[in-house]
Nanobody
Framework: QVQVVESGGGSAQVGESLTLSCEIS????????AGWYRQPPGKERELVAA???????IYGDSVKGRFTISGDKGKNAVYLQMNSLKPDDTAVYYC???????????????WGQGTQVTVSS
């Protein structure tokens, strides 16, 4: 089983930045990618960003140019740098490990507790 622990959320003002961290442990040998999802209040969970083991990334349209996903294989960690935050970025953010099939990312780990990000104007 893979375990993920997200951290780094909190409150921010519009235009500010936050960095989320994800510590990954367990049997990750079958995972070749990692990703961040978010679930805004009253809405469905959506993919924010994902990164292949080789470093290639994909982003949701609403965060392109503002968010950056990165990984540290040595630390089994994945990060999400969030800049120019907007109120619409308010959500619980979740980290996953998984795989790409073509251009699409598919998580195959259990959802963690997530970390709350709240952006106010």
């Amino acid at each position: 089983q893979v375990q993920v622990v997200e951290s780094g959320g909190g409150s921010a003002q519009v235009g500010e930045s936050l960095t989320l961290s994800c510590e990954i442990s367990g049997n990750i040998i079958m995972a070749t990618a990692a990703g961040w999802y978010r679930q805004p209040p009253g809405k469905e969970r959506e993919l924010v960003a994902a990164i292949r083991s080789g470093g290639r990334t994909i982003y949701g349209d609403s965060v392109k140019g503002r968010f950056t996903i990165s990984g540290d294989k040595g630390k089994n960690a994945v990060y999400l740098q969030m800049n120019s935050l907007k109120p619409d970025d308010t959500a619980v953010y979740y980290c996953t490990v998984g795989n790409f099939q073509g251009a699409n990312y598919y998580p195959n780990s259990r959802w963690g507790q997530g970390t709350q990000v709240t952006v106010s104007s």
